[in-house]
């Protein structure tokens, strides 16, 4: 119900429903490869004219990673250009383009089901444009809900987003379990000198087909995101600084009451005296701090466990590393809510220090005990507390402050440049973590596990470090609040 001084809650929750799905599909996309790339791979070690390497296999299953950044890089240009509503309707023409394309790859193109080297650049290139939705949605959704938020409840708001990509992570789990039924993975052999091979008898459906529904069915949640986000109404910060301040006005009305609209539309006009100023227009500090929180929500590792969550489990000696996996993925659902139902209570500096420190713990919990089968239990718990800690911290308040922390006539681009470096940062974790882990001073010796686990909890006390000296608390502040808020750092 909408009141002259409240505004209309239903009405608020429904647009920021619609946004979160644009996390949701984050999630969905970059889990989706988790199910089908064994299919993938046995389809295209089945090519005639190339030898499908496995470094071609790694490039292939990251591949969205490049469009992650090319993305992200992008968001800032388009949101100012073309707003945020319609920048986020482009990403889900994007997610759904690269849904069906991932499906067939060859359409109108290449001869279906044959595999070959033109094929998997054509696969590729679908990868890559599905990543770029990735890029935008990341940036432009957790910007779009800090931007329609009312203050008092914009950080509950945006962690949304965060529970959203990793809902978005489990619904893609499960759908791949659907799709594979009865059928099973196929078994990828080494046949010497980094050769791989299928090995005979391996189910021919899911190398034939089920990978293909595994990427399709992404276009079912893409398309549903393209059409309800038609629906929304563009941010009424953008709106100011197109110089629309009558819708503007209404979108504001409808949101907190007509009242608090007539404030917030002076404060946002103050805010907005010069539409493009220059970045550093606030300091260096201001783009730093930003800069720096995306790179510490990767540089704690966190990426690393979740991608590889299984070999994990699987080193530990887990019979079933899956189960262990998905029990993983509902803990940080339940931690992630945490962070949900407290970030307006508790502030966002408390939150992200006392995960820091948790993940400290983790990290070197599974360093000092990882390899050791009597400990086996206390590895996994560390791990647990580990994973939990980063959900209710670094994973949803770090959208929170990127989406918050900057000044309006600056936001777009400096959140373009903060989330670039997320997904960079990003490609370097996942990237590195294997090498790293699987390192040996002696043969034999557990050296990687050790000193990888070790690293990510030193960093993590830097990040620590770093939020209590640097970081501003944004709880209860006003977005035009962070211009008087960077002018007198």
């Not at 945020?84 to 482009?90: A, E, F, G, N």
């Not at 910007?143 to 409840?153: F, K, L, R, T």
Request: aromatic share 12%; hydrophobic share 50%.
């Amino acid at each position: 119900m909408k009141s002259e001084t409240s505004g209309s809650r239903a009405y608020l929750i429904s647009i920021v429903m619609v946004a979160v799905l644009g996390g949701l599909l984050f999630g969905y996309d970059t889990a989706v490869i988790s199910g089908a790339e064994k299919g993938l791979q046995a389809f295209f070690l089945g090519a005639q004219d190339f030898q499908y390497t496995d470094f071609m296999h790694g490039f292939t299953s990251s591949s969205a990673l490049i469009g992650c950044i090319i993305g992200s890089a992008l968001s800032g240009l388009l949101a100012t250009r073309l707003g945020r509503k319609r920048s986020l309707i482009v990403a889900g023409i994007l997610f759904f383009i690269s849904a069906l394309g991932s499906m067939s790859p060859e359409f109108l193109i290449h001869a279906h089901g044959v595999p070959t080297f033109s094929l998997l650049v054509t696969f590729n290139i679908y990868r890559v444009i599905g990543g770029i939705g990735v890029g935008l949605a990341s940036a432009i959704c957790p910007m779009y809900i800090g931007e329609v938020a009312p203050s008092d409840i914009r950080g509950m708001l945006v962690s949304w987003n965060q529970f959203a990509i990793i809902f978005g992570q489990l619904v893609v789990y499960f759908v791949n379990f659907l799709i594979l039924g009865d059928h099973t993975n196929p078994i990828i052999e080494a046949v010497g000198q980094g050769v791989n091979a299928v090995m005979p008898g391996s189910d021919p459906w899911t190398i034939t087909t089920g990978w293909r529904y595994m990427f399709g069915s992404e276009a079912v949640p893409a398309g549903l995101f393209t059409v309800l986000i038609c629906l929304v109404p563009e941010s009424p910060r953008y709106l100011v600084m197109i110089g629309r301040d009558d819708v503007a006005m209404r979108v504001l009305s409808r949101i907190n009451g007509s009242t608090s609209a007539e404030r917030i539309l002076t404060d946002i006009r103050q805010t907005i005296t010069v539409r493009t100023e220059r970045l550093f227009s606030y300091g260096f500090l201001c783009i730093f701090v930003g800069i720096m929180l995306s790179v510490f929500q990767q540089a704690v590792g966190i990426n690393a466990v979740l991608y590889y969550a299984p070999r994990i489990f699987g080193d530990m000696g887990m019979t079933n590393p899956m189960v262990n996996t998905v029990v993983m993925g509902v803990v940080n659902i339940l931690f992630t809510l945490v962070a949900v139902f407290t970030v307006e209570k508790l502030g966002r500096k408390p939150l992200l220090i006392c995960g820091s420190l948790g993940m400290a713990i983790g990290a070197f919990g599974v360093a000092v005990t990882f390899g050791n089968a009597s400990l086996s239990l206390i590895t996994m718990l560390s791990i647990m507390v580990y994973s939990a800690s980063f959900m209710f911290s670094w994973g949803p308040i770090c959208w929170v402050l990127i989406a918050e922390i900057f000044p309006n006539t600056i936001r777009g681009a400096a959140v373009a440049i903060a989330v670039a470096f997320q997904w960079i940062f990003n490609f370097i974790v996942s990237s590195t973590f294997v090498p790293m882990f699987n390192m040996h001073l002696t043969p034999g010796d557990d050296f990687g596990h050790w000193f990888t686990y070790g690293l990510y909890g030193i960093i993590c006390i830097i990040a620590a470090i770093f939020v209590w000296r640097l970081v501003p608390e944004t709880k209860g502040r006003t977005l035009e609040e962070m211009t008087t808020l960077w002018k007198k750092r």
